[in-house]
């Protein structure tokens, strides 16, 4: 009953930007963290960037500096601003959040589907 959908992928040249989106909805009763992950073709899936409190952001040393992660609190969304992308940011992003369900023992983490980020040279 939990759903994470997420929009803003596509294709960029590097040097350009992208805006992730990521909406969680369903029968939720409280939201913690909220992050972004990425995985590569044959590489591990990695933490980008992770959200839980105003002002406690973490990034991945790789997009300190390049990208930013917010959360509309109100609205159950996270989002990652990506500017100064690079061929190397060319991943699948994922959001990710840590979820009470109503009438479930949580937190329980919950995945988005993946956007494709590519980063042309």
């Known amino acids: 009953q939990v759903q994470l959908v997420e929009t803003g992928g596509g294709l960029v040249q590097a040097g350009g930007s992208l805006r992730l989106s990521c909406v969680a909805s369903?029968?939720?009763?409280?939201?913690?963290?909220m992050s972004w992950y990425r995985q590569a073709p044959g590489k591990q899936r990695e933490l980008v960037a992770i959200l839980r409190r105003p002002g406690s952001a973490n990034y991945a040393d790789s997009v300190k500096g390049r990208f930013t992660i917010s959360r509309d609190y109100a609205k159950g969304t996270v989002y990652l601003q990506m500017n100064s992308l690079k061929p190397e940011d060319t991943a699948v992003y994922y959001c990710?959040?840590?979820?009470?369900?109503?009438?479930?023992?949580?937190?329980?983490?919950?995945w988005g589907q993946g956007t494709q980020v590519t980063v042309s040279s």
């Open positions: 990710n959040a840590e979820i009470s369900p109503i009438g479930e023992i949580g937190p329980i983490d919950y």
């Open positions: 369903g029968t939720i009763l409280s939201i913690y963290g």
